[in-house]
Nanobody, 124 residues
Framework: QVQLVESGGRLVQAGDSLTVSCAAS????????MAWFRQAPGKERDFVAA???????NYRDSVKDRFTISRDNAKTTLYLQMNSLKPEDTAVYYC??????????????????WGQGTQVTVSS
């Protein structure tokens, strides 16, 4: 049984840094795609960042210079390092994974596996 478990979300102040994690079990995604999405109240779930295959990364424009996606050598844990956080970054952050190298990595329906989410709240 595949499980993705996010952790690390909490209340922070604008300008702070925070790292959220996603621990994967039950399947390896070492050659596939892992990603972060986020969903603010009343809004759709949006793509944040993805890491594919041997380590190709992609980001949404609004986080490109502030967030860094990475995974550990065993490729069982996904991280999202978030710097210079803004109130508009407030959302539930979800981990997504697929065993394939996805072309449509920014589309949520492309992914087979999802975590339950972790809340990140940025106060002004």
């Amino acid at each position: 049984q595949v499980q993705l478990v996010e952790s690390g979300g909490r209340l922070v102040q604008a300008g702070d840094s925070l790292t959220v994690s996603c621990a994967a079990s039950g399947r390896t995604f070492s050659s596939g795609t892992m990603a972060w999405f986020r969903q603010a109240p009343g809004k759709e779930r949006d793509f944040v960042a993805a890491i594919r295959g041997l380590g190709l990364t992609n980001y949404r424009d609004s986080v490109k210079d502030r967030f860094t996606i990475s995974r550990d050598n065993a490729k069982t844990t996904l991280y999202l390092q978030m710097n210079s956080l803004k109130p508009e970054d407030t959302a539930v952050y979800y981990c997504a994974a697929d065993t394939r190298v996805l072309f449509r990595y920014s589309v949520s329906s492309s992914y087979d596996y999802w975590g339950q989410g972790t809340q990140v709240t940025v106060s002004s």
